[in-house]
């Protein structure tokens, strides 16, 4: 069974840092490109960022880019996602997301973690 | 960026009716589209892959249609477990974008 399990959120003031983490099983990670999309407190899906299969391309979202940084460990089947200059507007539930296609981009998600919220307050 | 406007944003029907959400596109995006279901306190679920083809597990019920600016999500017979909130993805430009979401309630 695919499962993806998101970790390291919390309460953070804002212009802090935080690393979130997903953890991946019952599917050969190193095959797929991997993606974060978040979710406001009552609002709509936003993509953040994704990685390829081997990290060879990276993409973001206007939004985040130049203060978020995505990164994968395959050998330990696990994505990260490192936030640093957090704004208030980042507050969100964070998913880990799968993306369809086997070694290639589809920007298509399959299958989610459950979320890890992330709170940007003072 | 692409904007993709759904409608209606809310909408309330019956078990046993037949539903159409649209999704428009703000320029054309050929057949990159993604349709996802998100119930309450759950992760979304994709049900339609580039644009019209039915993900492995869904119910034959739902369908989608559409290319260039115009979509649709069409649920033949709503059944209870249908009730939730539905997202057009679009991911044929950077950044990829979500339409505003539609809210489908049991009359």
């Known amino acids: 069974e695919v499962q993806l399990v998101e970790s390291g959120g919390g309460l953070v003031q804002p212009g802090r840092s935080l690393r979130l983490s997903c953890a991946a099983s019952?599917?050969?990670?190193?095959?797929?490109?991997m993606h974060w999309v978040r979710q406001a407190p009552g609002k709509g899906l936003e993509w953040v960022s994704g990685?390829?299969?081997?990290?060879?391309?990276?993409g973001y979202a206007d939004s985040v880019k130049g203060r978020f940084t995505i990164s994968r460990d395959n050998a330990k089947n696990s994505l990260y996602l490192q936030m640093n200059s957090l704004r208030t507007e980042d507050t969100a539930l964070y998913y880990c997301?799968?993306?369809?296609?086997?070694?290639?981009?589809?920007?298509?998600?399959?299958?989610w973690g459950q979320g890890t919220l992330v709170t940007v307050s003072s | 960026a692409i904007q993709l406007t759904q409608s209606p944003s809310s909408l309330s029907a019956s078990v046993g009716d037949r539903v159409t959400i649209t999704c428009r596109a703000s320029?054309?995006?050929?057949?990159?589209l993604a349709w996802y279901q998100q119930k309450p306190g759950k992760a979304p679920k994709l049900l339609i892959s580039?644009?019209?083809s039915l993900e492995s597990g869904v119910p034959s019920r739902f369908s989608g249609s559409g290319s260039g600016t115009d979509f649709t999500l069409t649920i033949s017979s709503l059944q209870p477990e249908d009730f939730a909130t539905y997202y057009c993805?679009?991911?044929?430009?950077?950044?990829?974008?979500f339409g505003q979401g539609t809210r489908l309630e049991i009359k």
């Open positions: 997301a799968k993306d369809r296609w086997v070694q290639l981009w589809s920007y298509q998600f399959d299958c």
């Open positions: 019952g599917f050969t990670f190193d095959d797929y490109a």
């Open positions: 990685i390829s299969w081997n990290s060879g391309s990276i």
């Open positions: 320029q054309g995006i050929s057949s990159t």
């Open positions: 580039d644009a019209s």
């Open positions: 993805q679009q991911f044929n430009n950077y950044p990829i974008t």
